[in-house]
């Protein structure tokens, strides 16, 4: 509906465009044609994704990680098993830390077609357990993702009496040496700057 009431009033500014242009004894400028862009309905787009229209691989994924892990990366799968098209018009991240790789939007999914979202969350920072998630809107309503991610410590490293010893020597000598070089590995993630 949309589209045929813009076309007419596209054709009825082209028109009398034109019969101005003659009035005045000039020539109109030549018109330029363009292919249809389909925009799609979002009408829907606020309300919650029906259930049975997309079968998901799962909307709560969860992974556990080792402190100091740049990323956490995610990715959902899904197939459109509702009988017809349907459009992902945006995939909007909880937060700036999280961001989302998928085809460009809109995206339109046949029947039967099947897709997936990578959402990667950068870990700078967080510790512990840490919720994100992502809004997902398409022409039919909108589902959100959730990610859970459990940052747990690295494990303590093991030094033997002599590396012990050693260290021990360098710390004398360089009190300093504690923040440089494998010394660093402990000591310096504990340095608040």
């Avoid at 028109?15 to 862009?37: I, K, L």
């Avoid at 969860?62 to 018009?89: H, L, M, P, Q």
Wanted: hydrophobic letters at 40%; proline letters at 8%.
């Amino acid at each position: 509906m949309r589209h045929n009431v813009f076309l007419t009033w596209t054709l009825a500014w082209a028109f009398m465009s034109a019969m101005a242009f003659r009035a005045n004894g000039q020539t109109p400028p030549p018109v330029v044609a363009s292919h249809p862009v389909f925009v799609p309905d979002t009408s829907h787009s606020m309300q919650p994704l029906p259930d049975g229209l997309f079968n998901w691989n799962s909307t709560l994924e969860s992974t556990s990680v080792i402190s100091g892990a740049d990323y956490a990366r995610f990715r959902f799968d899904f197939t459109n098993v509702s009988g017809k098209n349907i459009t992902i018009i945006s995939v909007h991240p909880s937060c700036g830390c999280t961001t989302a790789e998928l085809p460009p939007v809109p995206w339109t999914l046949a029947n039967g077609h099947s897709g997936s979202i990578q959402l990667n969350v950068n870990l700078a920072g967080k510790f512990g357990t840490v919720f994100k998630s992502a809004k997902v809107t398409t022409d039919m309503g909108n589902k959100d993702l959730m990610m859970r991610i459990t940052i747990n410590p690295a494990p303590p490293i093991q030094l033997s009496p002599a590396q012990m010893q050693l260290g021990i020597k360098m710390a004398k000598a360089d009190r300093q040496a504690v923040f440089r070089n494998d010394c660093a590995t402990c000591h310096a993630p504990n340095v608040s700057g």
